[in-house]
C-alpha cells in the first residue's frame, strides 16, 4: 500500500502562485515514478505532471508548460508541485498518483482543491 496525503490547495487570484505537497509513509515512495493529475466540475480527470524516480525525468501537460514544475524529495518521503501564473482554468482538484505509467501500481490521495477566481 502507498497511502498519498496532498496539501496546499486553496484560493488564488489570477497570477498567483501555489505549490502542492504529497506525501507518505511508504517506504517504497523512492522505488516509483510519480505524478500529479487534475479533474474540473464536469471534466475528465487530466494529466498534469510526471517525474522519475530519482528525479532526473520530468514531463507536463502542454497547458501548464512553463508555468508548473514538479519535484521531489526521496528522503522526506515527498512530491511538490509548484504552480506559478495561475488561471481559472487552472481550478480543479488535484490528485498526487503513482499511475502515471499504464504498469505502476494505482495509489492515488484523496485530492486538494485548487480555485482561481479571475
Known amino acids: 500500500q502507498v497511502p498519498l496525503v496532498e496539501s496546499g490547495g486553496g484560493l488564488v487570484r489570477t497570477g498567483d502562485s501555489l505549490r502542492l505537497t504529497c506525501t507518505t509513509s511508504?517506504?517504497?515512495?523512492?522505488?516509483?515514478?510519480m505524478g500529479w493529475f487534475r479533474q474540473a466540475p464536469g471534466k475528465e480527470r487530466e494529466f498534469v505532471a510526471r517525474i522519475s524516480s530519482g528525479g532526473g525525468i520530468t514531463s507536463y501537460a502542454d497547458s501548464v508548460k512553463g508555468r508548473f514544475t514538479v519535484s521531489r524529495d526521496n528522503a522526506q518521503n515527498m512530491l511538490y508541485l509548484q504552480m506559478n501564473s495561475l488561471v481559472p482554468e487552472d481550478s480543479a482538484v488535484y490528485y498526487c498518483?503513482?499511475?502515471?505509467?499504464?504498469?505502476?501500481?494505482?495509489?492515488w490521495g484523496q485530492g486538494t482543491q485548487v480555485t482561481v477566481s479571475s
Open positions: 511508504a517506504r517504497t515512495f523512492s522505488t516509483y515514478s
Open positions: 498518483t503513482t499511475k502515471v505509467w499504464p504498469n505502476n501500481p494505482d495509489y
